[in-house]
């Protein structure tokens, strides 16, 4: 493994971290908040009003996977249980047997191309479906979209892979503005932006490492099984992104459980075989000469989470007391613990741009932990 040490000269040394980014994954991240902008101007430019024009549908059926997947999932969340028109993710090719002509469709993918893609455009076409395509410029989405004349966002060919989420969300929160199911104060994209561009100030390459919050968590997790635990739906969202980006990128494996809901399972791996084993364990003792990973608890909060639980009968009765209790159970067995973003006041912010900035964080640690690892010059499968 590489040491701490070593992870933080490569990360505090921008030449060094520019050799080791071929892809230019940091500055992608970086301009998170310049691709919501462009890519609200794209939305604008697609003419969504041909499918929001004819009124609310029964359901949104987004098509789409990994990144197009979490957008969905972040909507869904922002949406609610009281949302009066469903958000269905399926990962394609097919559409499932039941949309029909009172539901939209949205196929959301960074190249708009394959069977993952066009197939279920040509389906939703052929039924009737009101389409949306969000794809690449000139991809065979895009000929499929024209030919149904359907709106399509056009994205440009430079979005680097693994880093368009936010390219593919912009579209689906103007659809879900445009049809009366967000405020567009709630769903503003230049709050968003605004947020994303302030992440990009603490937590790029130029700040160091003790005053950089993305890079101090890729330290955390360097020699670490992370363990994350989120509040409720949205910020579940961003942990299966931040897991995801984590396997992807880092080659890390990560588990994530959403409280309430899987709180017993939380604490039984934090109090499992991989716990420290000595329950006199110093806490905050020096780890350095520790030897092989150990488990390291991530908390990605909702203050709102909370509040739209109202389950009586469920125990604990809130994500929050969810919370509690797995915080609880890391500190019984000396499991360290890490916080995603909880820097700089995130109650200030509304709830999308506190997503937002948790999204850009992970997004951020996880480029920086495969940089720390040389893993972006290593042949991918």
């Given at each position: 493994?590489?040491?701490?040490?070593?992870?933080?000269?490569?990360?505090?040394?921008?030449?060094?971290?520019?050799?080791?980014?071929?892809?230019?994954?940091?500055?992608?991240?970086a301009?998170?908040?310049?691709?919501?902008?462009?890519?609200?101007?794209?939305?604008?430019?697609?003419?969504?009003?041909?499918?929001?024009?004819?009124?609310?549908?029964?359901?949104?059926?987004?098509?789409?996977?990994?990144?197009?997947?979490?957008?969905?999932?972040?909507?869904?969340?922002?949406?609610?249980?009281?949302s009066p028109?469903?958000?269905?993710?399926?990962?394609?090719?097919?559409?499932?047997?039941?949309?029909?002509?009172?539901?939209?469709?949205v196929?959301?993918t960074?190249?708009?191309?394959?069977?993952?893609?066009?197939?279920?455009?040509?389906?939703?076409?052929?039924?009737?479906v009101?389409?949306?395509?969000?794809?690449a410029?000139?991809?065979p989405?895009?000929?499929?979209?024209?030919?149904?004349?359907?709106?399509y966002?056009?994205?440009?060919?430079?979005?680097?892979?693994?880093?368009?989420?936010?390219?593919?969300?912009?579209?689906?929160?103007?659809?879900?503005?445009d049809?009366?199911?967000?405020?567009?104060?709630?769903?503003?994209?230049?709050?968003?932006?605004?947020?994303?561009?302030?992440?990009?100030?603490?937590?790029?390459?130029a700040r160091?490492?003790?005053?950089?919050?993305?890079?101090?968590l890729?330290?955390?997790?360097?020699?670490?099984?992370?363990?994350?635990?989120?509040?409720?739906?949205?910020?579940?969202?961003?942990?299966?992104?931040?897991?995801?980006?984590?396997?992807?990128?880092?080659?890390?494996?990560?588990?994530?459980?959403?409280?309430?809901?899987?709180?017993?399972?939380?604490?039984?791996?934090?109090?499992?075989?991989?716990?420290?084993?000595?329950?006199?364990?110093?806490?905050?003792?020096?780890?350095?000469?520790?030897?092989?990973?150990?488990?390291?608890?991530?908390?990605?909060?909702?203050?709102?989470?909370?509040?739209?639980?109202?389950?009586?009968?469920?125990?604990p009765?809130?994500?929050?007391?969810?919370?509690?209790?797995?915080?609880s159970?890391?500190?019984a067995?000396?499991?360290?613990?890490?916080?995603?973003?909880?820097?700089?006041?995130p109650?200030?912010?509304?709830?999308?741009?506190?997503?937002?900035?948790?999204?850009?964080?992970?997004?951020?640690?996880?480029?920086?932990l495969?940089?720390a690892?040389?893993?972006?010059?290593?042949?991918?499968?």
């Open positions: 493994m590489t040491s701490p040490e070593l992870a933080e000269e490569v990360l505090d040394d921008l030449e060094l971290l520019r050799a080791r980014d071929p892809r230019g994954l940091l500055p992608a991240v301009g998170s908040g310049a691709q919501v902008r462009e890519t609200t101007r794209l939305t604008e430019e697609a003419g969504l009003d041909r499918v929001t024009g004819g009124g609310r549908p029964r359901g949104l059926v987004v098509v789409a996977r990994r990144e197009g997947a979490v957008a969905a999932s972040v909507l869904r969340a922002l949406l609610g249980p009281t028109v469903t958000v269905d993710v399926v990962p394609g090719p097919a559409l499932p047997v039941w949309t029909g002509p009172s539901d939209i469709a196929v959301a960074r190249t708009g191309a394959g069977a993952y893609a066009v197939g279920p455009a040509y389906e939703a076409a052929r039924r009737g009101s389409l949306v395509g969000i794809g410029d000139d991809a989405l895009r000929g499929v979209c024209a030919s149904a004349r359907a709106p966002v056009a994205l440009p060919r430079t979005r680097v892979r693994h880093t368009t989420l936010w390219s593919l969300f912009t579209p689906m929160l103007r659809l879900a503005t049809l009366g199911l967000l405020a567009p104060a709630v769903a503003d994209p230049e709050a968003v932006a605004a947020a994303l561009d302030e992440v990009a100030a603490e937590c790029g390459p160091e490492t003790f005053v950089n919050p993305a890079k101090s890729a330290l955390e997790l360097l020699d670490t099984l992370p363990v994350i635990a989120s509040e409720g739906p949205l910020a579940g969202a961003a942990a299966t992104r931040f897991a995801d980006q984590l396997a992807t990128l880092a080659g890390l494996p990560a588990t994530d459980f959403r409280l309430p809901d899987q709180r017993v399972a939380a604490c039984a791996v934090l109090g499992g075989p991989l716990a420290p084993q000595d329950a006199a364990d110093d806490f905050f003792r020096d780890r350095a000469d520790d030897t092989g990973r150990r488990l390291r608890l991530l908390t990605i909060r909702d203050s709102e989470a909370g509040e739209r639980d109202g389950a009586g009968e469920r125990e009765r809130s994500a929050a007391e969810g919370m509690q209790q797995v915080l159970t890391a500190a067995h000396s499991v360290p613990v890490s916080g995603l973003a909880e820097h700089g006041e109650g200030r912010l509304g709830r999308l741009p506190r997503v937002a900035r948790q999204l850009a964080v992970a997004d951020f640690s996880a480029v920086y495969a940089l690892l040389d893993l972006e010059r290593v042949p991918r499968p």
